[in-house]
């Protein structure tokens, strides 16, 4: 892990809360200069640390009703796994793949406007992308979404699922 110093983690924590912080805000939070906190963004950018900058976003304005999360027990090791991940990480309901320990060994997060698109993508799932890897899946449906990618949602602001 390359190092960071505990002002560059300030800068992470506060920006993981809120992704359009202005860099002003984040110099007087942190008593540092604008182009101080702008060099050490840059820098957090180029080291990874920070990976991209995304909205939450409610899905019912998407139409998106049904958010859920699907676990995948494969039967094997396939060297294709990584591959076959990444083109269902292209999907544009995919918000999220996860590779876990346990006896399912993936899970999927997605949003669906409906029941038949969620079954009609688990279809996909077995018949196109995994095959004969699949041996079951497990999907739960999100109820209510209380904190997101480091946001403590309000009650006004929370997903209902």
């Known amino acids: 892990m390359v190092d960071i110093d505990e002002i560059d983690k300030k800068i992470l924590l506060e920006l993981r809360k809120n992704g359009r912080v202005t860099f002003t805000d984040l110099s007087k939070k942190l008593g540092l200069s604008v182009a101080s906190i702008k060099n050490r963004v840059e820098k957090l950018e180029r080291l990874g640390a920070i990976k991209g900058y995304s909205a939450i976003v409610d899905p019912a304005f998407l139409e998106e009703y049904l958010q859920v999360l699907i676990e995948l027990e494969l039967l094997a090791d396939d060297s294709r796994a990584e591959t076959v ?77």
Request: aromatic content about 8%; cysteine-free; charged content about 35%.
């Open 85 to 161: 991940l990444e083109e269902i990480g292209k999907l544009e309901n995919v918000l999220g793949i996860y590779k876990k320990t346990g006896e399912f060994q993936v899970m999927i997060r997605a949003n669906f406007k409906n029941m038949d698109e969620l079954k009609s993508f688990l279809r996909l799932l077995s018949q196109k992308y995994l095959r004969k890897n699949l041996r079951r899946w497990r999907v739960s449906v999100i109820l209510d979404t209380l904190k997101d990618n480091g946001v403590q949602l309000s009650k006004s602001s929370r997903r209902r699922g």
